[in-house]
């Protein structure tokens, strides 16, 4: 079975460039999760997708970030502009499903570098 | 607030030590918690998780976690420690929400001497 991929790996770009990132999750999983991993950090979730909706996007900043996930299938999310501070690694992961009893298998990452 | 705590930053332990990482929870309702494992340049893997019932699970590569309520901890641990475990582990909890959101602490570097 084919793990969540996610590309580019990763990414430079300079402050108050954009950037986006794609996500493609485990085939049938209806759950779709960006979260934002800093430094010396755990990961912190971003947006959360059931099918093509959003479930929670409370902690995404959304003056600059975006995400989509029009089919309900593959999902990207874009900076625009980044800031220093978006240097991160993000994560994509997906599940079958919402509920808490729903493993969330991760992608690789995307490594982020603003300068 | 619901959150997350791993108080250890960087942990070394010899290999074929014993090792035992510790997570804090803070939680209102029952937490449903994980260990995560994630090596340089890799995704996450689920090393185990607690719903209910038994309070000492089992789960991958050697690796057990106690859910002790009294002390709000959910610790993981492993016999006898190999190189290849040299990882970032995080150790993660979802609230009562049904949602699948995970609230991670901020990990603990575990670096295997020879």
């Known amino acids: 079975e084919a793990g969540v991929a996610q590309s580019p790996r990763y990414k430079i770009i300079e402050k108050r460039q954009s950037v986006a990132f794609w996500c493609n999750p485990i085939s049938g999983h209806a759950t779709l999760y960006w979260y934002q991993q800093i430094l010396g950090q755990g990961p912190k979730l971003l947006i959360q997708f059931q099918n093509n909706g959003v479930v929670d996007d409370s902690q995404l900043p959304k003056d600059r970030f975006s995400a989509e996930r029009l089919k309900g299938v593959d999902s990207t999310l874009k900076i625009q502009p980044a800031k220093l501070e978006d240097s991160a690694v993000y994560l994509c992961a997906s599940s079958l499903g919402p509920g808490r009893g729903n493993e969330q298998f991760f992608g690789p990452g995307t490594r982020l570098t603003v300068l | 607030a619901q959150s997350v705590t791993q108080p250890d930053i960087h942990i070394t332990v010899s290999e074929g030590a014993s090792l035992e990482l510790r997570c804090n929870y803070s939680?209102?309702?029952?937490?449903?918690l994980f260990w995560y494992v994630q090596s340089p340049g890799q995704g996450l893997q689920l090393l185990l998780k607690y719903f209910s019932g038994d309070t000492l699970v089992q789960g991958i590569k050697g690796f057990e976690a106690e859910f002790k309520r009294s002390q709000s901890s959910f610790n993981l641990r492993k016999p006898s420690v190999h190189w290849s475990d040299a990882a970032e582990y995080f150790c993660?909890?979802?609230?009562?929400?049904?949602?699948?959101?995970?609230?991670f602490g901020q990990g603990t570097t575990l670096q295997v001497k020879p």
């Open positions: 993660a909890g979802g609230g009562s929400s049904n949602t699948g959101k995970l609230i």
């Open positions: 939680y209102g309702a029952t937490p449903y």
